[in-house]
């Protein structure tokens, strides 16, 4: 069975770090594109981050560029968000979202989220 | 990347058929066929309802369809149903590797 599991969310300080993580399972992870996406509470999805299959190609979000790395481990299954700098409008849930393989830019399967909060 | 924009609410009766409306700009929706929708239950993963402007993945059924004329899209959600009460989100790829997505529609079934 697929699934995505994010995990690694928690509260942390403006200006601190964290690190996602998202476990796939039930598909060859290796060929996939994928991407990270959040919502802020209140809010619509927001596309963050975007990583080729092999981790040679990524892009970002202009309001997280500089800050935020996208990364993946296909050894491992696992896909990776590195947040530094964090700012009190990161504070979201963050999903990762596989791209299907002949559906450009289309998400068909998705995590359940994990909760970043951003707060002194 | 501003976001898309869509009505932030839309709403039927049982049987009946909505639109909702995704704006973009020649960009992003206008540029390229690559709008895809989403239906998303609060607390659940979204579920991709419409990939590349007008197709149906697996499973999704087609009372659920996409369209686009310029620089709008649609999605038409036709035989309403209670369980279609939910979010709505278009999305579509903004050139030099990035995505955006819209505002997001409430849909409430009467």
């Known amino acids: 069975e697929l699934q995505l599991v994010e995990s690694g969310g928690g509260l942390v300080q403006p200006g601190g770090s964290l690190r996602l993580s998202c476990a796939a399972s039930?598909?060859?992870?290796?060929?996939?594109?994928m991407q990270w996406v959040r919502q802020a509470p209140g809010k619509g999805l927001v596309w963050v981050s975007r990583i080729d299959g092999d981790g040679s190609g990524t892009s970002y979000a202009d309001s997280v560029k500089g800050r935020f790395t996208i990364s993946r481990d296909n050894a491992k299954n696992t896909l990776y968000l590195q947040m530094n700098s964090l700012r009190a409008e990161d504070t979201a849930v963050y999903y990762c979202?596989?791209?299907?393989?002949?559906?450009?830019?289309?998400?068909?399967?998705w995590g359940q989220g994990t909760t970043v909060t951003v707060s002194s | 990347q501003s976001a898309l924009t869509q009505p932030p609410s839309a709403s039927g009766s049982p049987g009946q058929s909505v639109t909702i409306s995704c704006t973009g700009t020649?960009?992003?929706?206008?540029?390229?066929?690559?709008v895809s929708w989403y239906q998303h239950h609060p607390g659940k993963a979204p579920k991709l309802l419409i990939y590349?402007?007008?197709k149906r993945p697996s499973g999704v059924p087609d009372r659920f369809s996409g369209s686009k004329s310029g620089n709008t899209a649609s999605l038409t959600v036709s035989g309403l149903q209670a369980e279609d009460e939910s979010d709505y989100y278009c999305s579509s790829y903004a050139g030099s590797n990035k995505g955006v997505f819209g505002g997001g529609t409430k849909l409430t079934v009467l």
């Open positions: 039930g598909f060859t992870f290796s060929t996939y594109w």
């Open positions: 979202a596989r791209e299907g393989r002949y559906y450009y830019y289309a998400m068909d399967a």
């Open positions: 590349e402007v007008t």
């Open positions: 020649s960009s992003d929706v206008g540029g390229y066929n690559f």
